[in-house]
């Protein structure tokens, strides 16, 4: 057995005293065994400072290096001696004395009485142990001022910058400022420890612009700030917003190889992720492994909600997955980021996974996650799934329902054209307190018109505009679309609604409903005037649902001319493609009056080509995509089959490639060269 026996203090310091019975105790609790060949036991010499050798003095007056480690028999009487004399023994006594301390009456008596064990031969190490372990802020200065009294504690940046510990560790930014005011009244030099505790301190208060402060403070006091400060000042520049210098320091720090910690790497990845650079993000977390610095939680936790927000939801998926491998438990934060992500990029089943698991891990949520959840189901067609939602919020005794719950239940019930669940819902919402919003009358207005029921399309109309409640632009849109689905004998209904909502929309309705509008300006005008007064969220969905007017209305010149003015607007792109061995047409964001008036105007593009004698490429295809409306069970493909049929066109779904609709030049020859010769007849 081998004990290092190195020590910087004698155990004769400490002593014996019945006020504090602590001291040498016969079974010290903080003696550590670490298994080594031939049962070694090693000491552990513990020290802030490098370690000194002690020194024998000969028999003859030589001064010789003692032996760092004897060999003690584990079964010896004298091992159970050396452990008390160990220095683990000793630092065990003076953790129970900075206990003591920190318990005792913020007064001096009390204070210097528990420190009297000491005598003026008590040394920078014991001092330091003490000071460290102590959090009674008030206490700890009192213990300061015992400490600067003794002759041999020279060194007195080292007691006050241990001294500035226990004010962060209270979060104590205004204690700790005033305890370095008294440094320099003491003539005390502040170091680099000095500034790094009080730059951490204000960052542990969550004051990061006192934390830039105080570095920027550091030259002034000849202190060149090192790596921990520099990882620190990262994390407190990306804290206060100054973007631009935390990521220069965080360059520098990239090509000069500081030591960055976890907390610093987070900061980063935040700041590129309210940025919007989420590619960033991942660079950094790529980065921090590769460097050997290991993520933490807050550091998985920033990344899940960056990837939510960049609408990634593959991505935040593999990160909690290297989270779980890393060996780290996930937190309630954890799962709210990696939900968010699910329900923000309609992964249904996922989100509705990860809800089932927090539930049996007995984690709540609160009203904001369950309006989430419910929001996802609206979005992807989930009825059941959202009832059952709504259930368990109802019970959960925690969460009460509010307008934005009562909204994403209507709006799910009006998407599937059921009128009288949607109703009751809205009576259900009256009862708990809340009026109909124009969220509300929006969905009602949407259910009313799927179920052609357009009398109260009207009524509930008029009594948006009876609560006061102007229509906003998705309002109007609604209204637009409910008109897609109106029978042609009961369109002028709607027109008079359609032109109170916006005089603009209004006005080219008016030109596709009534034969005899006359106005100053054409439809064409008329019809950019309004898209271009309306948001880009929004230009889309109005000029689909214009073009499925046109078509239900069978007015085909009007709806081409709205693709015509969609594409020039770039409301419509990349809707055609050629290449030497495929010419393509693209579908998949269009309405089905739109898309129809797509494929009209490309057979006449095709027509035209093989009249002038152009050569057309081995393929054609058109791609209508491959999925399905969320509360409809056929999709674009399925309509557009049956229509291509109808045209006795010779295009065919590829199996192994959904969605897409393809024929070769031959047969697409000969079926352009047949309807010509129909045309022409």
């Known amino acids: 057995m081998a004990y290092n026996l190195c020590s910087s203090s004698p155990p004769s310091l400490l002593k014996p005293s019945s006020k504090n019975p602590f001291f040498y105790s016969p079974k010290p609790n903080s003696l550590s065994f670490h298994s080594k060949p031939k049962n070694t036991l090693l000491i552990k010499h513990v ?73 003026d031969n008590v040394v920078m190490q014991d001092a330091v142990v003490v000071l460290n372990n102590m959090i009674n802020r008030e206490n700890a200065v009192i213990v300061l001022d015992y400490f600067e009294e003794k002759p041999k504690l020279r060194d007195q940046v080292i007691l006050y910058n241990v001294t500035l510990k226990v004010f962060r560790k209270n979060k104590d930014l205004l ?99 309210m940025a919007g650079n989420y590619d960033g993000c991942l660079n950094v977390y790529e980065e921090m492994k590769a460097l050997g610095a290991k993520p933490n939680l807050v550091t998985y936790n920033t990344l899940l909600d960056a990837m939510g927000r960049a609408k990634r939801p593959w991505q935040a998926k593999n990160i909690y997955k290297e989270m779980i491998a890393s060996g780290l438990t996930p937190s309630w934060i954890s799962y709210v980021a990696l939900l968010r ?30 309006n989430t959840l419910l929001s996802m189901c609206a979005d992807v067609g989930y009825t059941d799934e959202a009832l059952g939602i709504y259930e368990d919020m109802k019970f959960s005794g925690t969460c009460k329902p509010d307008s934005f719950t009562f909204s994403s239940l209507i709006t799910i019930y009006s998407c599937s054209g059921q009128v009288s669940e949607a109703e009751a819902m809205v009576n259900e919402m009256i009862e708990a307190g809340f009026q109909p919003n124009i969220f509300v009358l929006t969905s009602l207005i949407q259910c009313y018109g799927k179920s052609q029921r357009t009398d109260d399309v009207v009524r509930c109309f008029n009594q948006l505009l009876d609560l006061g409640i102007t229509p906003d632009e998705r309002f109007c849109g609604c209204l637009l679309n409910v008109m897609t689905q ?87 792109v990349d809707l055609q493609s050629r290449t030497p061995t495929q010419w393509s047409l693209y579908l998949k964001s269009l309405s089905l009056g739109a898309a129809l008036t797509a494929l009209h105007v490309w057979i006449n593009d095709l027509s035209k080509a093989v009249e002038n004698g152009e050569e057309l490429p081995p393929v054609l295809g058109i791609n209508t995509g491959h999925g399905k409306h969320k509360f409809s069970d056929k999709g674009l493909a399925g309509v557009f089959e049956s229509h291509l049929k109808e045209l006795s066109a010779p295009f065919h779904e590829v199996p192994d490639k959904v969605g897409w609709f393809l024929t070769t030049k031959e047969a697409a020859k000969s079926w352009i060269e047949s309807r010509s010769e129909v045309v022409a007849s």
């Open 175 to 273: 204690g700790a400022e005033r305890l370095f005011h008294r440094m320099l009244d003491k003539g005390v030099k502040p170091d680099n420890v000095t500034f790094s505790t009080i730059i951490s301190a204000a960052r542990m208060s969550g004051l990061p612009d006192k934390a830039v402060e105080w570095f920027e403070k550091m030259p002034t006091f000849g202190c060149n700030p090192d790596d921990i400060t520099y990882s620190a000042i990262i994390d407190a520049y990306g804290r206060a917003g100054n973007v631009d210098m935390a990521l220069s320091l965080y360059d520098r720090a990239r090509a000069e190889k500081w030591r960055l910690d976890p907390v610093t790497f987070s900061t980063v990845i935040r700041i590129y992720g």
């Open 47 to 119: 020290s802030l400072q490098d370690t000194t050798t002690t020194q024998q003095e000969s028999t003859h007056g030589d001064v010789k290096p003692a032996k760092t480690y004897i060999w003690v028999n584990p079964k010896s009487p004298k091992a159970s001696q050396f452990r008390k004399k160990s220095y683990d023994s000793r630092y065990a006594s003076l953790v129970k004395l900075a206990d003591s301390l920190n318990s005792c009456n913020p007064n001096k008596d009390d204070v210097f009485s528990i420190l009297s064990v000491f005598d």
């Open 341 to 370: 992500a699910y329900c923000k990029a309609r992964y249904g089943d996922d989100a509705l996974f990860l809800y089932k698991e927090m539930k049996e891990k007995g984690m709540e949520l609160n009203t904001i996650l369950y």
């Open 486 to 572: 109106t029978p042609k004998e009961e369109v002028s209904k709607l027109t008079e609604c359609v032109e109170k909502a916006n005089s603009k929309l209004g006005n080219v309705v008016k030109f596709l409903t009534e034969e005899n509008f006359s106005s100053e300006r054409n439809f064409k005008d008329e019809a950019s005037e309004l898209l271009n007064s309306i948001g880009r969220d929004v230009r889309k969905a109005y000029c689909n649902c214009l073009i499925d007017l046109c078509v239900n209305l069978n007015l085909l010149e009007r709806a081409c001319e709205l693709l015509e003015l969609g594409l020039n607007l770039d409301i419509y």
